[in-house]
């Protein structure tokens, strides 16, 4: 029997915030443990409660070769984190920008409760639906993610969630910001483009005294995929 898992939250998705003079990788909604947090319960059968995407979920995209956008002038590639761009003044400028491509389907992470359950890691068992991300499912699942690296009190906010096209794929916008403890506000802008076989995630950081969003906004402007075939 077909398993179906309602997966509501963009997964293997690889976030960058600056804090002490360090470039901190968080993997966020897609650690397995946070995952398996969102879809636990959510199994059902063909005739169960899970209803199919109103646009008919992901397998009804188009495929994508690739994403591309502009770098803004006076970021490099790290030497240290792959897909990740720094300023030319870093770590004085903490503006960063990080990229990331994850290829659908992958195999699911197991807890050991599963296992012993003889459930499988095939993904091709499972329904993706990255397509039904709300603001709502992404600032739950961000906030506790930012406040087990960052500690509670850091006011994570989400102060826009909008859903994009980027040339005929569909996608999201989406602003936060947070504030460490003894560190200035971070804002950050996370593109996200979906397609049958890929996400594509770009995530622009910035300090609160940096003057970077306008360079940022223009990045973005340039943001375009290319169909496959």
Do not use: W
């Not at 397995?32 to 199919?52: H, M, P, T, Y």
């Not at 994403?67 to 503006?95: K, R, T």
């Not at 197991?110 to 603001?135: C, H, I, M, R």
């Amino acid at each position: 029997m077909r398993v179906k898992k309602l997966i509501s939250l963009i997964c293997v998705i690889t976030i960058t915030a600056f804090l002490g003079g360090r470039i901190h990788g968080l993997a966020s909604a897609g650690a397995g443990a946070a995952l398996e947090k969102i879809v636990e319960g959510e199994e059902a059968s063909d005739e169960g409660s899970v209803e199919e995407s109103k646009n008919g979920g992901m397998k009804k995209l188009p495929e994508s070769l690739s994403c591309s956008f502009i770098v803004p002038e006076g970021f490099h590639a790290s030497e240290d984190e792959p897909g990740v761009y720094l300023n030319e003044y870093y770590p004085l400028e903490s503006a960063n920008i990080s990229y990331s491509v994850s290829k659908l389907p992958q195999d699911r992470v197991l807890t050991n409760a599963q296992k012993a359950a003889g459930e499988s890691p095939d993904a091709g068992n499972v329904e993706f639906k990255y397509d039904e991300l709300t603001g709502e499912m992404y600032e739950t699942i961000q906030k506790e993610n930012y406040e087990a690296l960052y500690g509670a009190n850091i006011g994570f906010t989400l102060e826009s969630f909008e859903n994009k096209d980027f040339d005929g794929f569909p996608g999201y916008l989406i602003k936060t910001s947070f504030t460490p403890e003894g560190s200035q506000t971070i804002h950050q802008i996370s593109a996200i483009v979906l397609s049958k076989n890929k996400v594509y995630t770009i995530v622009y950081s910035r300090a609160d005294d940096d003057d970077f969003e306008d360079v940022i906004n223009e990045s973005i402007s340039t943001i375009h995929v290319l169909p496959k075939g």
